[in-house]
């Protein structure tokens, strides 16, 4: 936590001489956005060290996958708080290099999620090569800007992945077609992570996670209060433990999404479902399909300053022989509070009701969390 | 008349072709979904970074989104590395410089800062 702080202090020293935005041609710009967040478990289904992962103790909740951000009893500031900083060089008219710093209080180092170029080859067309997120989901680009969504972080049920940027390349093409915006991305490459967070909620700590072979596309439409994204990618896995190489398999995983998001100015819906499907290609359960659908649905209310926001969504995991590995599924429901302190700034508070059927994993726990978000 | 006041003049250089806009086109420019003007120009677009109360207006008149909304939005594409937001200008007195000075350039000012011959008026957001 320490060792966070001060992190967090060195990033945000960097950002205050940055302040001012640099009108510039050639030129930086420095921006960045923070979270704050703070929370607790305040009852659930299982008690003491989780069998999981026994240096977690229950009543716990993982809030974060990617960076096993996970709440137990104690009130705690580490799983989801970061602060981000970026920096975009405008280089000549079409070339632009962007790099993002991201400090989390789940590590101690911070970390450099994207480096890239940009190159603008049109008005309409540009083309990315270097470090970047992986645009999976509707959140997943965004997925750390707390200002930019109604929750206090979007749903874990779609958006916990045991790798979430890719060093590769993309291009992008936006686009207007009478009153609708056009938006489509295709994008290629691969990732490595060296003890992979994620494998935490396994109680393994020195999984090397290798994605290779990367290969997605997206399409997003808006018109006036409807926007509709579509997203499918596919990737070749590895697991790698080294601490016990029989824990290590590799998959073939596809991915699909489909978004609907209403925005009627006061009321608002945001809502999405998707599925991924992972084929052991080798290891203890080899010759085994994961497939795991989710869904998330939520309705808001803006009054001034003032967002309240109601969402459900479940996840499955579908084994295809339950005698080999079980199925299991979770649920979870939450209201949030938001309130806007300033264009740039907000608080929030939520709190969630995340039930298992037959207590499968982490168990039922109620969750209540805090947050100030300011992006900048 | 104060600026918080006054209407809000959308304005553009004097050699620019382009002679109006619609709140609409405006909105395409400021929100990023359009580089360039009709005339297939790159639009150098500038924002007011220290008046809110100019730059809510001014939102709100041509895409009825609050600045919240506005910030959430921007927040989205800037951080996905997408478009980068128009640059900020600190008030009505830079804007107006900026603008005569730069051919392609679109910024909005209160009009009780007076439009003169320097600028041209493309769209006049009434209070």
Same mark, same amino acid.
């Given at each position: ?19 001012? $935005? ?87 180092? $911070? ?266 | ?12 250089? $004097? ?113």
């Amino acid at each position: 936590m320490m060792q966070f702080k001060s992190t967090v202090v060195r990033l945000l020293w960097l950002a205050a001489f940055a302040a001012q $935005p640099v009108l510039a041609e050639p030129g930086v710009e420095i921006s960045g956005f923070l979270s704050v967040v703070g929370g607790k478990v305040t009852s659930g289904s299982i008690q003491g060290p989780w069998p999981s992962n026994p240096e977690v103790t229950c009543p716990c909740y993982i809030a974060d996958y990617a960076n096993f951000g996970t709440y137990g009893p104690d009130f705690s500031l580490s799983p989801e708080s970061r602060v981000g900083l970026q920096a975009v060089a405008t280089l000549t008219d079409q070339l632009s290099a962007t790099a993002q710093l991201t400090a989390r209080g789940t590590e101690n180092t $911070p970390q450099l999620q994207w480096a890239y170029l940009t190159y603008a080859l049109s008005p309409n067309w540009n083309f990315q090569a270097g470090r970047q997120r992986i645009p999976l989901y509707f959140y997943s680009s965004f997925q750390d800007v707390g200002m930019a969504y109604p929750w206090i972080s979007p749903p874990p049920e779609l958006y916990g992945w045991e790798a979430t940027n890719y060093n590769g390349a993309s291009v992008r093409n936006r686009t207007t077609l009478g009153e609708t915006y056009v938006t489509a991305s295709a994008f290629a490459g691969s990732e490595r992570v060296t003890d992979n967070r994620f494998q935490l909620a396994y109680g393994q700590k020195h999984v090397h996670v290798q994605w290779d072979n990367i290969i997605g596309a997206d399409v997003e439409l808006t018109r006036g209060w409807l926007t509709l994204r579509a997203v499918a990618m596919r990737a070749d896995t590895s697991f790698v433990d080294r601490d016990d190489a029989a824990n290590d398999y590799s998959e073939d995983l596809t991915a699909y999404g489909l978004s609907a998001n209403m925005d009627f100015n006061e009321w608002f819906i945001l809502s999405e479902v998707a599925t991924n499907r992972r084929l052991q290609k080798s290891g203890s359960t080899a010759g085994i399909t994961y497939t795991s659908p989710a869904v998330s649905v939520g309705v808001g209310r803006r009054m001034g300053a003032w967002t309240a926001f109601l969402n459900v969504a479940r996840y499955q995991s579908i084994t295809s022989n339950e005698s080999v590995a079980a199925s299991f599924e979770f649920q979870r429901s939450s209201l949030t509070v938001k309130y806007e302190l300033s264009p740039g700034s907000a608080i929030k508070a939520q709190i969630d009701h995340y039930r298992e059927p037959g207590d499968a994993y982490a168990g039922t726990a109620n969750v209540v969390r805090i947050s100030y978000d300011r992006a900048f | 008349m104060s600026p918080a006041q006054a209407d809000i003049a959308v304005i553009v250089h $004097p050699a620019n072709p382009v002679q109006s806009l619609t709140a609409r086109q405006v909105a395409e420019l400021y929100l990023g979904r359009v580089r360039t003007f009709e005339t297939s120009q790159y639009a150098v677009i500038v924002d007011q970074g220290h008046d809110d109360r100019v730059r809510e207006r001014f939102f709100k008149g041509i895409s009825g989104m609050s600045l919240g909304q506005v910030t959430a939005y921007w927040a989205r594409l800037k951080f996905t590395g997408q478009v980068q937001p128009p640059q900020a200008l600190p008030g009505d007195a830079s804007v107006l410089e900026f603008v005569r000075n730069t051919p392609s350039a679109i910024g909005y000012i209160s009009q009780a800062n007076a439009v003169d011959a320097r600028v041209k008026t493309v769209l006049v957001l009434k209070k």
